[in-house]
T-cell receptor, first 115, second 114 residues
Framework: DQQVKQNSPSLSVQEGRISILNCDYT??????FLWYKKYPAEGPTFLIS?????DKNEDGRFTVFLNKSAKHLSLHIVPSQPGDSAVYFC??????????????FGKGTKLSVKP | DSGVTQTPKHLITATGQRVTLRCSPR?????VYWYQQSLDQGLQFLIQ???????AKGNILERFSAQQFPDLHSELNLSSLELGDSALYFC?????????????FGPGTRLTVL
């Protein structure tokens, strides 16, 4: 049973417009939600995260919104650039004993930003 | 560059064989995690070590084992390999009390079992 779901396998956006990537989760005990970006033949690269006690976190062009009642989070990229084209993974973690737990990943959304 | 290194980058072997994947975490990171990425399953957590001790286990097969050494590097051992073990294997590390709770991933080892 998937605890973290990304229902859109792909998304295509025009350069300069907003990209919105969505993610749903089932476990209300998750402490943190993270977004990773992945290029082929490379490891995932951390983009931005949000604590479960917040509803928004912003870092430059990237903003993550968390809606706990809906168990939903989204990543907004504004403005989108061709270099943003990659696979984006949503992940959640359950921390315990003062250390970070493992990440539970969605299956990813492939973003294509067209010039 | 995440600061996490993994060797080898590619590994091609035959069914029934045993291989060892190696990971060096970022300097100072005590936690090491292993993940498997296969085509249909996405990124799946295998096992976590913290300062030399096993901390958590995920979907790790009994044919797989891991350890973390005193210098904090980690090895993932895969034995009696099957075709279905072909995948990308990632190692990640994290620091205690990180503000963003992030894990830093290495470039991965691509394992091909023929």
């Amino acid at each position: 049973d998937q605890q973290v779901k990304q229902n859109s396998p792909s998304l295509s956006v025009q350069e300069g417009r907003i990209s919105i990537l969505n993610c749903d989760y089932t476990n209300s005990m998750f402490d943190y939600f993270l977004w990773y970006k992945k290029y082929p033949a490379e490891g995932p690269t951390f983009l931005i995260s949000i604590s479960s006690i917040k509803d928004k976190n912003e870092d430059g062009r990237f903003t993550v919104f968390l809606n706990k009642s809906a168990k939903h989070l989204s990543l907004h990229i504004v403005p989108s650039q061709p270099g943003d084209s990659a696979v984006y993974f949503c992940a959640a973690s359950l921390n315990y004993g003062g250390s970070q737990g493992n990440l539970i990943f969605g299956k990813g959304t492939k973003l294509s930003v067209k010039p | 560059d995440s600061g996490v290194t993994q060797t080898p980058k590619h590994l091609i072997t035959a069914t029934g064989q045993r291989v060892t994947l190696r990971c060096s975490p970022r300097s100072g990171d005590l936690s090491v995690y292993w993940y498997q990425q296969s085509l249909d399953q996405g990124l799946q957590f295998l096992i976590q070590y913290y300062n030399g001790e096993e901390r958590a286990k995920g979907n790790i097969l009994e044919r797989f084992s891991a350890q973390q050494f005193p210098d904090l590097h980690s090895e993932l051992n895969l034995s009696s390999l099957e075709l279905g073990d072909s995948a990308l294997y990632f190692c990640a590390s994290s620091a205690l009390g990180s503000e963003y709770n992030e894990q830093f991933f290495g470039p991965g080892t691509r394992l091909t079992v023929l």
